[in-house]
Nanobody
Framework: QVQLVESGGGLVQAGGSLRLSCAAS????????MGWFRQALGKERELVAA????????YYADSGKGRFTIARDNAKNTVYHQMNSLKTEETAVFYC?????????????????????WGQGTQVTVYS
């Protein structure tokens, strides 16, 4: 089990940028694939980006390709989510989550059910 704490959310004007951070506890951060999810009011939670335990593979939902970047620093037990050119419809609570890495595959975890530890979430509000 790993404890996750997100930070970096806030208010941003449409077209602006934010960088979210997620700090993980413990000494086994490298054993987890990490994901960033968002949940808008009245909508289901969705995966926006994921990164393999090694950082060697990433996944982006179509909505964020070219605008979002996920990265991790295993020495600092931290995963980041850089968001550029934000849109008002992307107002949501953003969560980071951890999934036990499957060392037998090369891609990052993209199935929500495989994520077993979650942060408390950080609000991102994009205004026009």
């Amino acid at each position: 089990q790993v404890q996750l704490v997100e930070s970096g959310g806030g208010l941003v004007q449409a077209g602006g940028s934010l960088r979210l951070s997620c700090a993980a506890s413990g000494h086994t951060f490298y054993m987890y694939d990490m994901g960033w999810f968002r949940q808008a009011l009245g909508k289901e939670r969705e995966l926006v980006a994921a990164i393999r335990w090694s950082g060697g593979s990433t996944y982006y939902a179509d909505s964020g390709k070219g605008r979002f970047t996920i990265a991790r620093d295993n020495a600092k037990n931290t995963v980041y989510h850089q968001m550029n050119s934000l849109k008002t419809e992307e107002t949501a609570v953003f969560y980071c989550a951890a999934a036990t890495a499957n060392f037998g595959r090369e891609d990052s975890t993209t199935t929500e059910q495989e994520y077993h530890d979650w942060g408390q979430g950080t609000q991102v509000t994009v205004y026009s």
